[in-house]
């Protein structure tokens, strides 16, 4: 079992940056691949970015490539998710999910994970 919370969305203006943070409980948190997920009102959740548990696999959606970028710290069992140049169509619910997967491996479909956090919002404002 996995338990996911993350941390350190807000309110920011657009052009401005934001990190944030899952952190995952267990022991086991190296073995699993990561992923970020957001959901705007009215939107279905969408994909951001994935990790898989052996650091230096990564994958992004198109409209981020050069804006976010996902990392992990197996050590501190936590995952982040560095937004730059961040703009109003930006402004969702940030989700990070959790499932268990070979080493290389990452997932971008919400199926695809077993585990979610609650969720952090992030506002952007024109």
């Known amino acids: 079992q996995v338990q996911l919370v993350e941390s350190g969305g807000g309110l920011v203006q657009a052009g401005g940056s934001l990190r944030l943070s899952c952190a995952a409980s267990g022991r086991t948190f190296s073995s699993y691949a990561m992923g970020w997920f957001r959901q705007a009102p009215g939107k279905e959740r969408e994909f951001i970015a994935a990790?898989?548990?052996?650091?230096?696999?990564?994958y992004y959606a198109d409209y981020v490539k050069g804006r976010f970028t996902i990392s992990r710290d197996n050590a501190k069992n936590t995952v982040y998710l560095q937004m730059n140049s961040l703009k109003p169509e930006d402004t969702a619910v940030y989700y990070c999910a959790a499932r268990k997967a070979k080493s290389g491996s990452y997932y971008y479909r919400t199926y695809e994970y077993n585990y979610w956090g609650q969720g952090t919002q992030v506002t952007v404002s024109s």
């Open positions: 990790i898989s548990w052996s650091v230096g696999s990564t």
